[in-house]
């Protein structure tokens, strides 16, 4: 599995790259859509969603045609409305944070084992 991060998030970087190291996971920082490597393997990308301008997010909803990838947005602060309109935009998965944090281990094993 790929996971692929689009983040300004050092903690969050941290953490996933020491699960990749543990998982066996290929593990891709980018910072826009151009940097999304063509992949026919199963992939998650977690982005920070505080990150993402407007025509950012309406590219989200073609990443979600492929079937193949799995979409986890993530932002400090989360409440139901934003977490519809995310998922509209193409999210599969819309987390707090600190959520995401403590669950990531958990959350990419789950969607492995699935693919």
């Known amino acids: 599995m790929t ?5 300004d998030d050092w903690q969050m970087s941290a953490r996933l790259a020491k699960l990749s190291t543990t ?19 199963n992939m998650v990308i977690i982005i920070e969603l505080g990150k993402l301008k407007d025509d950012e997010l309406k590219q989200l909803q073609e ?10 947005g993530y932002n400090q602060n989360i409440d139901g ?10 999210c599969d998965m819309v987390l707090r944070r600190n959520k995401l944090l403590k669950n990531l281990d958990s959350i990419l094993n ?6």
């Open 110 to 115: 789950k969607i492995n084992n699935a693919c």
């Open 81 to 90: 409305g934003q977490a519809k309109y995310y998922k509209e935009q193409g």
């Open 3 to 7: 996971v692929i991060a689009w983040m």
């Open 23 to 41: 998982y066996s996971y290929q593990l891709i920082f980018c910072e826009n859509w151009q940097e999304l490597p063509d992949s026919n393997t």
């Open 63 to 72: 990443l979600r045609n492929n079937n193949a990838i799995f979409i986890i």
